[in-house]
């Protein structure tokens, strides 16, 4: 799978450039998937925001309204109750999955519950598009600062990437340089802080930063 990891999504031409690199053929001729799960996680998300994902809303251009060919909806905690049989093809026939924001650790919890997480290595030419949390969740960890969900054991995520990953920088006024050199010092391996104007590309295990904007390592 490849992977394009952003803070806020397509917000920029060089971001797009990338997207579209990993695709192999113009957005307009992509289908994609988008998966709200992570939004049911977060107490700041709810059903309008997911309306707004899954209509493309304005507030939603820079992910699921970039213009694809065609776009459904992959709710995963539907997936369990109907089979993979089922929902796989429909996995297999996306270009992308366009993965929202909310709470990664709920996000992860139903990646692995699903079943779509021991896709991923069969999935070589798919690409996955994250924002927020739904980058987060490829992380080891996203830090206790991050965990919204209150079943989450800890704030372990998936580890398909090495490094961790502070989103929003100065999106917020709690999420400064400052903060995410404390988020770093605990977390204790790998990691950047990205603003909404960056992403982080991974291709066979190899990460590239595409940004217009703002972003540090933090720790090596």
């Known amino acids: 799978m490849k992977l394009l990891l952003t803070s806020g999504g397509v917000t ?3 971001i797009r450039a990338a997207l ?4 192999g053929k113009p957005i307009e001729e992509c289908h994609a998937l988008c998966v709200p799960t992570a939004q049911w996680g977060h107490p700041m998300c709810g059903p309008a925001s997911v309306r707004g994902l899954l209509a493309a809303e ?3 251009r820079h992910l699921t309204g970039l213009g694809w060919a065609s776009l459904g909806a992959l709710e995963l905690t539907a997936l ?5 049989e089922r929902w796989e093809p429909w996995v297999r026939g996306a ?3 366009l993965v929202d924001g909310g709470d990664a650790t709920y996000l992860g919890h139903w990646l692995r519950k699903s079943g779509l997480a021991d896709l991923f290595p069969s999935l070589p030419d798919t690409v996955w598009v994250g924002v ?3 980058s987060m969740v490829m992380t080891p960890r996203i830090g206790d600062l991050f965990v919204e969900w209150a ?3 800890d704030d372990r995520t998936l580890g398909v990437v090495e490094f961790s990953i502070f989103p929003h920088l100065d999106a917020f006024p709690t999420n400064t340089l400052e903060a995410a050199e404390r988020w770093a010092a605990d ?3 790998p990691a950047y802080a990205i603003d909404e104007q960056t992403a982080i590309r991974v291709v066979d295990g190899h990460a590239e930063v595409v940004s217009e904007g703002r972003w540090f390592q933090l720790t090596r």
């Open 132 to 134: 927020s949390a739904g």
């Open 12 to 14: 920029n031409p060089t």
């Open 58 to 60: 304005p507030s939603f």
């Open 20 to 23: 579209t690199d990993l695709l």
């Open 151 to 153: 079943g989450a054991p």
């Open 187 to 189: 977390i204790g391996g």
């Open 95 to 97: 270009d992308v999955l």
């Open 80 to 84: 369990p109750s109907i089979g993979r």
